[in-house]
């Protein structure tokens, strides 16, 4: 089974300062990976995806990650941050599953908080 | 247009009470979700459906109860309500893996906007 741990819960980063989230993950399987964000009080939406390809994923909002294989990690970051991104940020993995379907788990979040 | 849309966006209710939540989604997606927010935004899925049928059941109790009428809505009802019960409650939909453009959609979760669900 899969899983997902994002070693931070809470990030505090001055505005215009660069913010590195964590993640890591654990597989037996081939996996794809996502970021996800939510903003307070509304649904989760996607910031950016790994599927193949391109280890380097650029996202949203200047948003980009880098997978790493070896290390099992897909790192959020951003090289200045705006008060906007203040948010809660789910890092996700999909495994494949027989029969053509997909089972996502989450992580636990990290809520970013940018200090004016 | 809203792609995946839920209601009622708050509900406020009595322990014991049957109360549901829908939820439609105009994507045209073969599978749609239900998850579960915590009050420490744990996200965890209850249940999955593609195209009508029961895929994932995630040991929730048996007072949750979805049905979809349709491959578009998932509806979630809930007998008994308890205190615990409480949580923010999401719908989405992807398309089934290995269908779509995987280049475009990627199996990426479509999430609605929520439920928040008090139970006093």
């Known amino acids: 089974a899969q899983s997902v741990t994002q070693l931070d819960s809470q990030v505090p980063v001055f505005e215009e300062a660069p913010v590195e989230l964590r993640c890591n993950y654990s597989?037996?399987?081939?996996?794809?990976l996502f970021w996800y964000v939510q903003y307070p009080n509304q649904g989760l939406q996607l910031l950016l995806k790994?599927?193949?390809?391109?280890?380097l994923v650029k996202g949203i909002n200047g948003f980009e990650a880098e997978f790493n294989k070896s290390q099992t990690s897909f790192h959020l970051r951003k090289p200045s941050v705006h008060i906007s991104d203040t948010a809660e940020y789910f890092c996700a993995v999909s495994v494949p599953s027989g029969g053509g379907y997909q089972k996502v788990t989450f992580g636990t979040g990290t809520k970013l908080q940018v200090i004016p | 247009d809203t792609a995946v849309s839920q209601t009622p966006k708050y509900l406020v209710t009595q322990m014991g009470n049957d109360k549901s939540i829908k939820c439609e989604q105009n994507l045209g997606h073969d599978t749609m979700y239900w998850y579960k927010q915590d009050s420490k935004k744990f996200l965890k899925i209850m249940f999955s459906y593609n195209n009508k049928e029961l895929i994932i059941n995630e040991t929730v109790p048996n007072r949750f109860s979805p049905k979809s009428p349709d491959k578009a809505h998932l509806n979630l009802h809930i007998n008994s309500l308890e205190l615990g019960d409480s949580a923010v409650y999401f719908c989405?939909?992807?398309?089934?893996?290995?269908?779509?453009?995987?280049?475009?959609?990627?199996?990426?979760?479509?999430f609605g906007e929520g439920s928040w669900l008090t139970v006093v």
């Open positions: 597989s037996s399987v081939s996996v794809y």
């Open positions: 790994y599927l193949s390809g391109s280890t």
């Open positions: 989405a939909s992807s398309h089934r893996h290995g269908t779509g453009d995987l280049a475009s959609s990627g199996n990426t979760i479509y």
